[in-house]
């Protein structure tokens, strides 16, 4: 960390007169409390919407002259916290009404990990057209060889968040035994001209001598985005046309699956959309299968759970799976123990649903 004297030095600093070239993309990294030293922990940055996050930035920090390597400070949910500016385009421009913000994810190891789960594919409600893609994926993947240039090469899951993108690529490759590489697309966007396609390049290497293996990119639309946002974007267009060489199969890397998410594949750019040779989206589950999912969630709840379920199927309508569990029972079933109470019911389902409704218009569930 660089010494706090550094940092106030270089920190960005409001423009308050005179005129400046207009900031097309400010990409920040996130640091922490300079000031506070070790007094602090620094808490983990993640952004769950992209588009709130920058709606949230441009309107603290409008105005501010930028350049590549100094500093701008959030003063309204984490005041101090500390962004460093990774790239601004065009450098030392001003941050507007029309600038694109991104946070890049923090390297601490490049190194691309095999993820390990236990879910399997029963375990993923409905999305029935997406298991059966699994389906040919892992018989292709069981004899690579017999396919070849027939392979079920790349594969775009696109839906809303929470709707079991991720938790489907888990389950292929546990129930087949083949390695997976899941990284954010943003974590591929890199500090130095050259880093991001190098980690390209180095992820599908990795996933090439772990064969037969699956590469799962999310947010691709953090890389992928259509041709007139890439030309503000520095060095992603890099990232992209590495992307392409390596979806393209020039090194034939037979027995590698890539597997693209994004909640928004309409921002995608045509070059990149294109390579997928199948677009399978996820739906928000249906009444039957939210009822599905509740009885399975509700079996494996520390408490007893008295509520009529039938109940609950049409109050959960607009969730997601993510929504059902994380948002919905476990925020009741800590109502319930904080009330030490020895069951849940529909009371604290009510607070669950209630809160969650009020959350999703409230700018300070970006962070978590």
């Known amino acids: 960390m660089a010494p706090d004297s550094y940092i106030i ?3 960005a600093t409001k423009n308050t007169g005179g005129t400046k070239k207009e900031a097309k993309l400010v990409a920040l990294q996130s640091i922490g409390y300079p000031f506070l030293c070790n007094l602090v922990e ?26 590549e390597g100094s500093f701008l400070f959030d003063q309204k949910l984490l005041p101090d916290y500390a962004f460093k500016i990774i790239k601004a385009h065009p450098n030392n421009s001003q941050i ?8 890049i ?30 389906k040919i994926i892992m018989k292709y993947l069981q004899d690579p060889e017999k396919f070849k240039e027939w392979a079920p090469r790349n594969v775009l899951f696109h839906g809303e968040p929470g709707t079991g993108k991720t938790m489907l690529a888990k389950s292929l490759t546990n129930e087949l035994k083949v390695p997976l590489f899941l990284v954010k697309a943003t974590r591929l966007i890199g500090e130095h001209v050259g880093d991001g396609a190098r980690q390209i390049h180095e992820l599908f290497e990795a996933a090439a001598q772990s064969s037969p293996s699956v590469v799962f990119i999310d947010e691709m639309d953090a890389i992928g985005l259509d ?78 759970v008295y509520v009529d379920i039938k109940r609950l199927v049409n109050a959960s309508k607009g ?29 604290h389902m009510e607070y669950a649903l209630k809160l969650h409704k009020n959350e999703k ?4 569930h970006m962070f978590a």
């Open 9 to 11: 030095e270089k920190k």
């Open 42 to 67: 620094n808490p983990k940055i993640e952004i769950f919407d992209k588009e709130l996050f920058e709606l949230y930035a441009r309107e603290q920090w409008e105005g501010y002259t930028v350049y």
């Open 96 to 103: 507007t009404a029309n600038t694109s913000i991104v946070l």
């Open 105 to 134: 994810e923090n390297e601490e190891n490049r190194e691309f990990k095999k993820i390990e789960s236990d879910l399997k594919m029963d375990d993923v409600v409905g999305q029935e057209r997406a298991k059966t893609k699994c």
């Open 227 to 304: 041709r007139k946002y890439q030309s503000l974007r520095g060095d992603v267009s890099e990232v992209v046309n590495a992307l392409l060489t390596e979806m393209d199969g020039i090194d034939q890397n037979y027995g590698v699956v890539t597997i693209g998410a994004t909640n928004n594949p309409h921002l995608l750019d045509f070059a990149v959309r294109s390579r997928f040779e199948e677009e399978i989206e996820f739906e928000i589950p249906n009444g039957e299968q939210r009822q599905i999912m509740l009885e399975n969630y509700i079996k494996t709840m520390p408490l007893k």
């Open 319 to 347: 969730m997601s799976g993510r929504d059902i569990k994380e948002k919905l029972l476990k925020t009741a079933l800590h109502k319930a123990i904080s009330d030490d109470m020895g069951s849940v019911t529909w009371e």
């Open 361 to 364: 218009n409230e700018p300070k």
